[in-house]
């Protein structure tokens, strides 16, 4: 609500703005002292509406993210919002870019703890869903989907994991484990929770 009143005014500041500029062009001839004045004006003028393009757009993003937060959960900084569409790793994480997102990325067991709880609540019926960390790109080191080294693990060591090699390259949480990490075949189909970070 509030939002739409802003770029009501943006634009009807923007209406005013030129209806001014138009007008004082069409009444007088300028001397060139007063048209170094008016650019500069008219610089200015500039400014202030990218500022306020700028305002109005940041203002559309928190909205965007409040709305994720409202459908999903917030925890440790983040939102989260579960997906019960099952999709392929790749295709699970372009969903969650599309949506302002990514795929959900632990940092720390707290983080991993309440990621379970809130899959276990949000999509009861998955064993297992999609994190956003992957060894595709060298063998044996994860990266988050940023390409960022991940420093948190948290491997089911009673499997022996990871255990894939080159042909399963992307993690994924287990409830069966207790929240511990399988590395999967990146093909198959999921279920996943995107991750939202709060600014």
Known sequence: MALNRVIIFVFALLVLLLDETEGQSARSKPDRNKVKHVRGDDDDLKTQIEKLWKEVNSLKEMQALQTVCLRGTKIHKKCYLAIEEAKHFHEANEDCIAQGGTLATPRNSDENDALMKYGKISIPEA?????GITDMVNEGKFV????????FLNWD???????GGKREN??????????????EVCRDAKKYICEF???
């Open 197 to 199: 970070l709060i600014p």
């Open 170 to 183: 992307c993690a994924m949480v287990s409830q069966k484990a207790q929240g511990k990490w399988k590395d």
């Open 127 to 131: 064993s297992e869903w999609w994190l």
């Open 157 to 163: 060591r009673s499997t022996k994991q990871p255990d």
């Open 144 to 151: 988050d989907v940023n390409g960022i080294a991940v420093s």
